[in-house]
């Protein structure tokens, strides 16, 4: 079994812009030494390791990481799609056995169509020339931009981070209905998802308001391209590990035991090539 998206980090680094320093859940480092009794409880051996912050250091930092913890078979990082000089930084981490993919932050950006400019296909185009994957973190209001990326880069792996984080804590059914088109769309470019993140779109999680969301991207891209993942540390702003875990199992039940063992790791060992 296989967590595909969870992050270790140490705010010390200085380069988590995005983390509130007062935030006593996020705001402090978290290590593989914290995160292992999780994993054994739960009979999970592997995981994918996500950037968190907008720097190469941070993906470098990653890899260390990697290099010393065998449970990490996977690194998604970052490079600056604003510098193309950074094609051969790209190149250099490709080297690494680790590495898998990147992740432009594109959620903080507060452009929408940032990723539609000239200046930055370049990044999108090295993916492919180094056959690495692409973590697509967005929110529902860049699905139409993706939808074009995907097709644009027909060939690119891809994979949407946090189901595109669906705002469940403001539910309506223009809304779901907005966000369940989008992410049909996606699907049919064949893109990958990932079951994560939606504990924390929720302002007191259940999973009567999950249920419809997860529902949805199970259904739309099936068992072989759904992989679950914890989004730990982050995940613990309204669930724990084990609770966000349970869950995952429960929503998933009315599957068969072929596709719950793609979900809960095959689909990830596949599309990261573990």
């Not at 995907?150 to 595109?164: K, L």
């Not at 809304?175 to 992410?183: H, I, N, T």
């Not at 679950?228 to 035991?257: F, I, K, N």
């Amino acid at each position: 079994m296989i967590d595909a998206h969870q992050h270790y980090w140490n705010p010390a680094r200085g380069d988590y812009d995005w983390m509130p320093m007062d935030n006593p859940i996020l705001a402090r480092p978290y290590s593989p030494d914290d995160l292992i009794g999780d994993l054994s409880r739960h009979g999970i051996h592997r995981t994918v390791l996500v950037q968190a912050a907008a720097t190469v250091v941070e993906t470098e930092y990653m890899l260390g990481i990697a290099d010393a913890t065998p449970s990490v078979a996977g690194v998604v990082g970052w490079v600056d799609f604003e510098n193309p000089a950074d094609r051969a930084t790209l190149a250099r981490l490709a080297g690494h056995p680790k590495f898998k993919g990147v992740r432009p932050m594109i959620q903080d950006i507060p452009d929408v169509d940032w990723m539609l400019r000239d200046d930055v296909q370049w990044g999108f185009e090295a993916v492919v020339e180094n056959d690495l994957a692409l973590d697509a973190l967005g929110f529902p209001r860049h699905l139409e931009n993706f939808y074009k990326i995907f097709t644009r880069h027909s060939d690119m792996r891809v994979v949407i981070d946090h189901c595109m984080k669906p705002q469940i804590r403001d539910h309506s059914d223009t809304g779901f209905s907005e966000w369940a088109d989008g992410m049909a769309a996606l699907a049919e470019t064949g893109a990958f998802c990932k079951f994560s993140g939606l504990v924390t779109e929720c302002d007191g999680w259940s999973l009567e308001k999950i249920e419809p969301y997860a529902c949805h991207v199970l259904e739309t891209f099936g068992a072989e391209r759904v992989m679950w993942g914890s989004d730990w540390p982050v995940c613990q702003l309204e669930a724990s590990y084990s609770d966000w875990r349970a869950a995952a199992e429960a929503l998933t039940a009315h599957l068969t035991d072929a596709e719950r063992a793609e979900v809960f790791g095959g689909t990830a060992a596949r599309f990261y090539r573990l």
